[in-house]
């Protein structure tokens, strides 16, 4: 069964300081915490972007091209957007809670790391 939007969602809300923010010009919800983006997607979209290291971003896609791609527009950056329909939920949840530690302040990291 695909992941969804709304599975995503809830798993960055879970996280300290995680939010859903929606941006009015992109016609879409981001991911965010502390105010900083870390993911975007959509309910009806099949596909969703995450922030990621050059070389993470390099290695998924070449493990899994079929799954992972380069993100548009913030792509430069490492990010990458995710088949929702072909990812394994346990490393795409994985990939969130890294996207949400490389963005958090350290405090929170702390926090959840405590926790």
């Given at each position: 069964?695909?992941?969804?939007?709304?599975?995503?969602?809830?798993?960055?809300?879970?996280?300290?300081?995680?939010?859903?923010?929606?941006?009015?010009?992109?016609?879409?919800?981001?991911?965010?915490?502390?105010?900083?983006?870390?993911?975007?997607?959509?309910?009806?979209?099949?596909?969703?972007?995450?922030?990621?290291?050059?070389?993470?971003?390099?290695?998924?896609?070449?493990?899994?091209?079929?799954?992972?791609?380069?993100?548009?527009?913030?792509?430069?950056?490492?990010?990458?957007?995710v088949e929702l329909a072909g990812v394994d939920p346990g490393e795409l949840h994985e990939l969130v809670v890294e996207a949400w530690r490389r963005t958090a302040p350290r405090k929170l990291?702390?926090?959840?790391?405590?926790?």
């Amino acid at each position: 069964m695909a992941v969804t939007y709304e599975q995503v969602r809830d798993w960055v809300l879970a996280l300290p300081g995680g939010e859903e923010v929606m941006v009015a010009e992109w016609g879409h919800p981001t991911l965010r915490v502390n105010g900083k983006m870390f993911a975007g997607g959509a309910p009806d979209s099949p596909t969703m972007s995450l922030k990621a290291s050059k070389e993470e971003q390099a290695a998924l896609i070449a493990g899994a091209p079929h799954v992972y791609s380069v993100a548009a527009y913030v792509g430069r950056y490492g990010w990458v957007r995710v088949e929702l329909a072909g990812v394994d939920p346990g490393e795409l949840h994985e990939l969130v809670v890294e996207a949400w530690r490389r963005t958090a302040p350290r405090k929170l990291v702390r926090q959840y790391d405590a926790g």
